[in-house]
Structure formats: C-alpha cells, structure tokens
C-alpha cells in the first residue's frame, strides 16, 4: 500500500481481556517498529523487526507484551491480561534496511483504551 | 541511552509568524527525523537530516551533528501548521529515541 496501516484505529477492552493490534508495513520495506506513546512515558520503542533476523525486544515493558511478524511482512501485537496502564496509542513504523540508519515511517496509530 | 531535549515545550504564534524549534541531543547519532503531529495524532516525515541543511516548502532544518543539535524552522505560519513537533534521533541501535516534542498553536 502507499503507507503504513494499522488496525484496529480504536480499540476500548476491559482490564484482564488480551487484545491483537495489527501492522501492515510499506511494501517492500524490511524493517518493521512497534512504538507505544502515552501521556506519562512520552514516544518509547518496544519491539524491532528485521528480516528473518531475531526481533530486538528489549522495549517491551512485561511478558504480557509479545509481537510476531509473518512472512516478513504484516505484524500483530499482543497484549494480554491488559491492564489500564496498557491504554496508549501504539504505533507502527517500517522502514528499508540499509548500511546505516534510515528514514522510518509511521502509521496512524491504534488508541487503546483498557477500562 | 542517549538523551533529547526538546525546546521550547509550547509555543503560540500568530498566523504569519516565523518560528525556530530545537533539539539537543547528549551523542552522535546515525539518524535524525523532524515529524509533525496533527490533531489525529498521525506522525507525518518532515525531514530525515543526520546532519546539514534540507529546505522543504516554508519549512527547513539543520543539523550540527557536531555540536549535537538540530534546528526545525518554520516560516509564515499557518494554522494548519498547529500540532506537536517532534525529534527523534537513532544510535547505532536501529530505535528512534524522541523528544517531548513542542506543542505549536497558529492563531489565525
């Protein structure tokens, strides 16, 4: 597609239930990013996809946060027994892979509200 | 981990008015990007600037990677130039660490 895409856009659940956010990366790109912004942390890295290497996972806050990516291309994040410190929007990037850093990209976000 | 200071934090201008936004940064970085917030939250790419100058429109930004920090000028203002503008920065660990951002009003 022409952009990243995330779904669900918005996503309320009550504390205890896991929840599945979902990221379709730019075409073509081989680097994918979860990244989570909340009112008290700010813009914070969680997880970091590239190729068919091991994911860097050192940003997710607790073992009830885990992410796959399938094919190299679309990615889910779980989260499960949500809590209501959970309620943030989290966001995906994608970016090309290259010798050095690049220029990543963001999709529209998915507001998660944990009641 | 690597530090980034946004400056100033809040800013209100009048439609028509130039501005300067800043972003220190505490180390050398492999990567430096400039988004802009709108009120849907949506980040938008403003500039991919590791270092130098680029010129985009009424926007333009520089960087003294030496010096470890990044200018976000902006000109003539619009109201639809309100919203939070953000720096983030990468070293050498392919995550983009952010600044707090600068919350930007345009009145009209």
């Known amino acids: 597609g022409a952009g990243v895409s995330q779904s669900p856009s918005n996503k309320v659940t009550e504390k205890g239930k896991d929840v599945e956010l979902r990221c379709d990366p730019i075409s073509g790109h081989t680097a994918l990013y979860w990244y989570r912004q909340s009112l008290g942390q700010g813009l914070e890295f969680l997880i970091y996809f590239q190729g068919n290497s091991a994911p860097d996972k050192s940003g997710l806050p607790s073992d009830r946060f885990s992410a796959e990516r399938t094919g190299g291309s679309v990615s889910t994040l779980t989260i499960q027994r949500t809590q209501q410190e959970d309620s943030a929007v989290y966001l995906c990037?994608?970016?090309?892979?290259?010798?050095?850093?690049?220029?990543?990209?963001f999709g529209p976000g998915t507001r998660l509200t944990v009641t | 981990g690597i530090q980034v200071e946004q400056s100033p934090p809040d800013l209100i201008l009048q439609e028509g008015a130039n501005s300067t936004l800043r972003c220190n940064f505490s180390?050398?970085?492999?990567?430096l990007q400039w988004f802009h917030q709108n009120p849907w939250g949506q980040l938008i790419n403003l500039f991919y600037?590791?270092?130098g100058t680029k010129q985009n429109g009424r926007l333009s930004a520089t960087t003294v990677a030496t010096e470890r920090y990044s200018l976000l000028y902006i000109s003539s203002s619009q109201t639809t130039d309100s919203g939070v503008y953000f720096c983030?920065?990468?070293?050498?660990?392919?995550?983009?660490?952010f600044g707090k951002g600068t919350k930007l009003t345009v009145n009209p």
């Open positions: 600037i590791p270092s």
């Open positions: 990037a994608s970016s090309w892979y290259g010798q050095g850093a690049v220029e990543q990209y």
């Open positions: 180390d050398s970085v492999n990567n």
């Open positions: 983030a920065v990468e070293r050498l660990s392919e995550k983009l660490v």
